[in-house]
Every structure is written in structure tokens, then in C-alpha cells.
């Protein structure tokens, strides 16, 4: 059907999820580094200037993945819309759980530019390594290079502990490497986690200007770009930001966070410090994970996990000026250098307080999912104009949301979800019996009562679908 192959269109490619029955217990292996480094108070300001303080903090805040349960998230990860596909309807990572979990800017500058070859790309750029020389008043030994990349290592030994005694040009030295390592480690790891990528250099030479741009909509273009290469059922490594990933299911899934960790301060990652998951029996643990996820309900969702009053109480508030705010809700470029995102809100309305009906078909972005950045250096943001100049217009892009005072999927929703989606992903034979989909009341008049014009349905239309009807 027409909806389904909306929603689909890479199932026959390479996702994952065709290939459960083939590797029913795969793992994806979190690809992480921890910042040992220090926070030096001398280096503090700077960090407050660049809006990476809050982050910076979560480095005492370190905690450790659950790659089982990630491996389940990321089956239902669909590239085509950028949402996880639940039982209950779709939700996804906003721009506004990036503000809070992290801490980050939204507003701003795209972080964007090009990769290496600055001399001949951009503006007052300089040789790479001359600049380097310059940045950090030295080059590392050969034996810690590699390309246009340094040793992780070298950073961290050379860098690690202030002088009691440095000049106000040693600070801006090591809060330059702090900066380097927090960016490579904690918001846009790679798979060459061991190593610090030269990119960085121009936006280190301009240390009080690094508070012009969007950390916060570059690190959710990242994320969003590593969980769609681990859909690949090639692939068996994800980076990215996955502390903001694993929090935000603790989150916003209850039933899946662990006990114990109740108490919590800003941001709001920092909640699940010291979380260490079991690392036995990982191959049936992802089969645990998969069904519990196949056996969610609506209400098992927190769609405003920020709304409480103990919440509200505890957030800096520089994350809620109407400068960053606004562009929660705004459907708009997300970009990091060469990869480019799209952030469709409009398929995720309860979790701005709304009521979610049909959405419109997802903008198709395919081709931006094979560009890397390999195959040649460019000026991006020339390159990639189009999608530059969305970010630009992102204030036009924002769209109003009408609170309810029930927020979640509309019945009309969940009638046409429960015929399009692939909603089970576990082995039947998992199921002890067939599930039907339960529309309460407040869902029945939820839909009717908040539809759009020409919307209109039964309770006798909306019926239940069991795990045999299921796509």
C-alpha cells in the first residue's frame, strides 16, 4: 500500500529489521571515550562563553551504555522519518531533549565548514598544520599523527593538568585542548574514537566567537546520522552522542530506566551517573529488549517528561529564552559539516503537549545519507546551499502547537498506524497470546474532538488489531 511504502521505502535495502530472523540476538557495540581531562576553574569562562559548560559538566557524570536495549531502539530506527516506530505511533530525539538532556544552544550558526584543506577553502584560512603549531604552541611527535588526525592519547598527557602558575595565553592554549577532546569524545565521536580530527582547527582559532553556533543541532545531526548507518544490518559499530540517546529512553520509557537513580539535576543526562548494565547473556538480553518494546503501550510513553514542577524547577535558564525555545518545534535543516538531517517534529506533535493526526509523507533526503564528507574536501555550506538556507529560515519553519490537555495520537492515527506500520518485530512465537490495540475513551474523544475539518470517525470504526494482522 501507498502509506506503507511511504514509511518503508528502504526495508528492501539494507535495514536491519529484515534481517531479525537471520540475527535474532545482534548486537551493535557502542563506539564511546570517556574525558578524563580536568576542569580547571581558569578554563570555566571559556567554556560558558563557547555554551559548552553544561556539557563539560556531564564528564563527572560518566555512565555507561546499555547496548542490548540500544540494539532493540535502533531496529526501530526508520531513516525515511527519522523516528522510532513504536507499537503506539512514532517519537523520536527533538532539538528540545537536546537542550535539556545536554544542555546545548540551540539557536546559532550551523557547525559546518570544511574538513582540511582551509588555505584553499576558506576565508583567512591557514595550512593545517602551521595552524595547529600556532593553536596549541607546538606539533604532537610524528608517531601520534596520522593524516589530519592526532593521537587522543597525546592530548590528554600533554594537555591534562594546568600549570599553577600558566599565563592568561596557556589558559586559552589548554582550554583549546579541553574544547578539542570535550567536541571529539562527548558530542561527535567517530569510529576513530582514539584519534582528534583537524577539523576543529578554525573554530579553536576563534575561541569567544565559539558561542555563535548551534552545538545543539549539530550533535542531533550527528546522532540522527549514526543511528541511520546502524540501521545497516552491516553495520555492528554506532558512535555519535549516545549518552543523550541512553537518557533519553530512561526518560521518556519508565518501564525501561533502572531503579535506584530518582534524583536528578540539570542537565539532565547527569541523572543517570554511575549507571553500569549488566554485561552477561547480551544475546538474549537484545531478545528481552525487542519484546518489551513490541509490548508497549501509549501509555507507557511519557510524552512531556519536562513539564513536572520538580523539573522546571532545576533548569538553567538559559535554555528556555525564546531564542532557543522557539526552534523545538521547528522542521528544519539539522547540519554537521557533511551531514545533513531533517528534523520532522510534525510526526512527533505529543511531545510537544498536541495532539498527533496523519502526518504529511516525510521529505525524502536518501541521497544526503551516502555523503560523508569522503571522495574530496568542499566549502559545505556552498555545497550544500540548499539545506545551509534551510537552517537560515528556521523561524519560518517553526510550527504552532495547540496544547491538549491529553496529549498523544488521535484515534484516526492510530487506525491508519495499526494498518501501515510494522509495529512487532519479535519472533511470534514470543507472544503468549495475541494483543489487541485498546482504545480508551479519552483516546476515542481525543481524536474526534481535535481532528481537522472533514475528519470524521466512529467508535465503531476504530477496532483493535492483534499481532497476526500486524504488518
Same mark, same amino acid.
Given at each position: 500500500m501507498e502509506d506503507e511504502a511511504r514509511l518503508y521505502r528502504l526495508n528492501g535495502i539494507t535495514h536491519v529489521a529484515g534481517s531479525i530472523d537471520d540475527e535474532p540476538t545482534k548486537i551493535i557495540s557502542g563506539v564511546r571515550r570517556q574525558q578524563n581531562m580536568p576542569l580547571h576553574e581558569r578554563i570555566i569562562p571559556y567554556l560558558k562563553t563557547?555554551?559548552?559548560?553544561?556539557?563539560?559538566?556531564?564528564?563527572?557524570?560518566?555512565?555507561?551504555?546499555?547496548?542490548?536495549?540500544?540494539?532493540?531502539?535502533?531496529?526501530?530506527?526508520?531513516?525515511?522519518?527519522?523516528?522510532?516506530?513504536?507499537?503506539?505511533?512514532?517519537?523520536?530525539?527533538?532539538?528540545?531533549?537536546?537542550?535539556?538532556?545536554?544542555?546545548?544552544?540551540?539557536?546559532?550558526?550551523?557547525?559546518?565548514?570544511?574538513?582540511?584543506?582551509?588555505?584553499?577553502?576558506?576565508?583567512?584560512?591557514?595550512?593545517?598544520?602551521?595552524?595547529?603549531?600556532?593553536?596549541?604552541?607546538?606539533?604532537?611527535?610524528?608517531?601520534?599523527?596520522?593524516?589530519?588526525?592526532?593521537?587522543?592519547?597525546?592530548?590528554?598527557?600533554?594537555?591534562?593538568?594546568?600549570?599553577?602558575?600558566?599565563?592568561?595565553?596557556?589558559?586559552?592554549?589548554?582550554?583549546?585542548?579541553?574544547?578539542?577532546?570535550? /567536541?571529539?569524545?562527548? =558530542?561527535?565521536?567517530?569510529? #576513530?574514537? $582514539?584519534? @582528534?580530527? %583537524?577539523?576543529?582547527?578554525?573554530?579553536?582559532?576563534?575561541?569567544?566567537?565559539?558561542?555563535?553556533?548551534?552545538?545543539?543541532?549539530?550533535?542531533?545531526?550527528? /546522532?540522527?546520522?549514526? =543511528?541511520?548507518?546502524?540501521? #545497516?544490518? $552491516?553495520? @555492528?559499530? %554506532?558512535?555519535?552522542p549516545l549518552q543523550l540517546l541512553q537518557s533519553w529512553i530512561f526518560w521518556r520509557f519508565p518501564s525501561l530506566r533502572p531503579g535506584g537513580f530518582d534524583g536528578f539535576g540539570f542537565p539532565f543526562a547527569s541523572r543517570w551517573a554511575s549507571y553500569l548494565p549488566r554485561n552477561d547473556a547480551v544475546g538474549q538480553r537484545v531478545l528481552s529488549a525487542r519484546l518489551m518494546l513490541d509490548r508497549l503501550r501509549v501509555q507507557d510513553f511519557v510524552w512531556e517528561p519536562y513539564s513536572s514542577v520538580e523539573v522546571a524547577s532545576i533548569i538553567h535558564p538559559e535554555i528556555l529564552v525564546d531564542q532557543h525555545r522557539r526552534l523545538w518545534t521547528a522542521i528544519t535543516s539539522l547540519i554537521y559539516f557533511a551531514a545533513i538531517e531533517w528534523h520532522q517534529v510534525d510526526r512527533v506533535i505529543p511531545q510537544f503537549g498536541g495532539v498527533q493526526h496523519l502526518p504529511q509523507p516525510a521529505l525524502n533526503i536518501d541521497w544526503l545519507h551516502g555523503k560523508d564528507g569522503r571522495g574530496g574536501?568542499?566549502?559545505?555550506?556552498?555545497?550544500?546551499?540548499?539545506?545551509?538556507?534551510?537552517?537560515?529560515?528556521?523561524?519560518?519553519?517553526?510550527?504552532?502547537?495547540?496544547?491538549?490537555?491529553?496529549?498523544?495520537?488521535?484515534?484516526?492515527?492510530?487506525?491508519?498506524?495499526?494498518?501501515?506500520?510494522?509495529?512487532?518485530?519479535?519472533?511470534?512465537?514470543?507472544?503468549?497470546?495475541?494483543?489487541?490495540?485498546?482504545?480508551?475513551?479519552?483516546?476515542?474523544?481525543?481524536?474526534?474532538?481535535?481532528?481537522?475539518?472533514?475528519?470524521?470517525?466512529?467508535?465503531?470504526?476504530?477496532?483493535g488489531v492483534s499481532i497476526g494482522d500486524a504488518v
Open positions: 563557547a555554551g559548552l559548560y553544561h556539557l563539560a559538566r556531564l564528564n563527572s557524570h560518566w555512565f555507561w551504555v546499555d547496548e542490548p536495549l540500544l540494539s532493540a531502539f535502533i531496529e526501530r530506527w526508520r531513516p525515511e522519518t527519522h523516528t522510532f516506530h513504536m507499537p503506539f505511533g512514532e517519537c523520536t530525539i527533538t532539538l528540545q531533549d537536546v537542550a535539556y538532556q545536554l544542555g546545548l544552544p540551540i539557536d546559532g550558526e550551523p557547525v559546518s565548514g570544511c574538513l582540511t584543506d582551509f588555505e584553499n577553502l576558506m576565508e583567512h584560512g591557514r595550512p593545517a598544520w602551521d595552524w595547529f603549531r600556532d593553536l596549541f604552541g607546538e606539533l604532537p611527535p610524528q608517531n601520534k599523527v596520522k593524516q589530519m588526525t592526532v593521537c587522543y592519547t597525546w592530548f590528554h598527557e600533554r594537555f591534562r593538568v594546568l600549570p599553577a602558575d600558566a599565563s592568561e595565553e596557556t589558559v586559552r592554549i589548554y582550554a583549546r585542548a579541553y574544547i578539542v577532546m570535550l /567536541l571529539s569524545s562527548q =558530542l561527535f565521536a567517530d569510529k #576513530n574514537v $582514539n584519534r @582528534v580530527h %583537524l577539523r576543529w582547527l578554525p573554530y579553536l582559532a576563534s575561541l569567544d566567537e565559539l558561542g555563535r553556533y548551534s552545538w545543539g543541532s549539530a550533535a542531533l545531526a550527528w /546522532l540522527y546520522r549514526c =543511528l541511520c548507518r546502524g540501521t #545497516n544490518r $552491516n553495520v @555492528v559499530n %554506532l558512535a555519535g574536501d568542499r566549502w559545505f555550506p556552498r555545497y550544500y546551499r540548499e539545506w545551509h538556507e534551510h537552517w537560515e529560515n528556521r523561524l519560518y519553519s517553526v510550527i504552532p502547537v495547540q496544547r491538549a490537555a491529553d496529549p498523544g495520537p488521535s484515534a484516526e492515527y492510530l487506525d491508519w498506524w495499526c494498518r501501515v506500520a510494522h509495529r512487532f518485530l519479535s519472533a511470534d512465537v514470543a507472544f503468549q497470546d495475541p494483543r489487541p490495540i485498546v482504545l480508551t475513551e479519552e483516546t476515542i474523544h481525543r481524536g474526534s474532538s481535535q481532528a481537522p475539518p472533514g475528519c470524521t470517525f466512529t467508535t465503531d470504526q476504530i477496532i
